[in-house]
């Protein structure tokens, strides 16, 4: 059974830190491309950060969360991990992993064929 099972997120204030995780099942996770979304209300899923299979360490950042949100991946424990530091209430959405096969980590939602159940992160002011 495929799954990618995510935890981890909730209620924070402004400034606070929150930790995702998304752990993979069913799928040679060693080999795939990993993404992490977010989805605000009345909004389109966009990309936040993703982590190729083949690279040492994330690839891409969306440019609002540089230097405060960190991606990382554990190919022992097949997951991912997205470390939310200085939170900010336009941070808040609902969070999705993603993964996809290929020989880089898209950013495009659409190319992600596999995806976490998403987790609700608040930000309050």
């Known amino acids: 059974q495929i799954q990618l099972l995510q935890s981890g997120g909730g209620l924070v204030q402004a400034g606070g830190s929150l930790r995702l995780s998304c752990t993979a099942s069913g799928l040679p996770f060693n080999r795939l491309n990993m993404g992490w979304f977010r989805q605000a209300p009345g909004k389109e899923r966009v990309i936040v950060a993703t982590f190729g299979w083949q690279s040492g360490g994330a690839t891409f950042y969306l440019d609002s969360v540089k230097d405060r949100f960190i991606m990382s991946r554990d190919n022992a424990k097949d997951t991912v991990n997205l470390e939310m530091n200085s939170l900010k209430p336009e941070d808040t959405a609902v969070y999705y992993c993603?993964?996809?096969?290929?020989?880089?980590?898209?950013?495009?939602?659409?190319?992600?064929?596999?995806w976490g159940q998403g987790t609700q992160v608040t930000v309050s002011s």
């Open positions: 993603g993964a996809v096969f290929g020989v880089h980590a898209p950013i495009e939602p659409d190319e992600y064929g596999y």
